[in-house]
């Protein structure tokens, strides 16, 4: 199967800009869902698809992608957006399959 | 407004089969959009997908190359369950299991989840 990677954590200032990545082979056909992560609890996703936002999840969250890599921006960091972050997407050697990156844990200073 | 429920033993004995229960409210398990999915995550290996069930005139399974031949999700259209089966469990599998909703679409975002069953295999 194919394989997301991601760093494994972000550091971003409050109020700044902050860009999550995710590579992997399979990024070239399918896009990057998103799922953010706090200790204890179940992931939320808050992006899906080429940008798409679930209702609830504030603005400052967006996707966008580029040949083998996704990002994820969060616009004006907020104390509340410490978590950790998840790629995921269809898996372009079996696309019935689902694979996720690692995970990227985001601090916010 | 979709809701997961998942029930099952927080402890299951190596070598014998962890069996989880997703109570499903607001779909159906025999939808012809959604699919029901079983993930895991455990410090070692994050997040993984293990597999997913769905009806489309017939009922269909995919899994996880990791797990396929340990693996068997099930669904129960009269109580409107989805249920996960994993055979010949070691250490390695205990982990925080989550079932949950891939709505339909193309690129298989999940976005409702059961709570989660922490799952210990231990003697």
């Known amino acids: 199967s194919s394989e997301l990677t991601q760093d494994p954590a972000v550091s971003v200032a409050l109020g700044q800009t902050v860009w999550i990545t995710c590579q992997g082979d399979?990024?070239?056909?399918?896009?990057a869902n998103w799922y953010q992560q706090k200790p204890g609890q179940a992931p939320v996703l808050v992006i899906h698809?080429?940008?798409n936002r679930p209702s609830g999840i504030p603005d400052r969250f967006s996707a966008s992608s580029s040949g083998t890599t996704a990002s994820l921006t969060i616009t004006g960091a907020q104390a509340e957006d410490e978590a950790d972050y998840y790629c995921?997407?269809?898996?372009?050697?079996?696309?019935?399959?689902?694979?996720f990156g690692g995970g990227t844990k985001l601090t916010v200073l | 407004q979709v809701e997961l429920q998942q029930s099952g033993p927080g402890l299951v004995k190596p070598s014998q089969t962890l069996s989880l229960t997703c109570t499903i409210s607001g779909d159906s398990v025999s939808s012809n959009s959604a699919s029901w999915n079983w993930i895991r995550q455990s410090p070692a290996r994050g997040l993984e997908w293990l597999g997913r069930?769905?009806?489309?005139?017939?009922?269909?399974?995919h899994y996880a190359v990791s797990v396929k031949n340990r693996l068997n999700i099930t669904a129960d259209t009269s109580q409107n369950q989805l249920s996960l089966h994993l055979h010949s469990v070691t250490p390695e599998d205990t982990a925080v299991y989550y079932c949950?909703?891939?709505?339909?679409?193309?690129?298989?975002?999940?976005?409702?989840w059961g709570q989660g069953s922490l799952v210990t295999v231990s003697s």
């Open positions: 069930t769905y009806y489309r005139t017939r009922w269909y399974s």
């Open positions: 949950a909703r891939i709505p339909g679409g193309s690129y298989y975002w999940f976005d409702f």
């Open positions: 399979s990024l070239r056909a399918f896009f």
């Open positions: 698809g080429k940008n």
């Open positions: 995921s997407s269809r898996d372009n050697t079996n696309n019935h399959l689902v694979i």
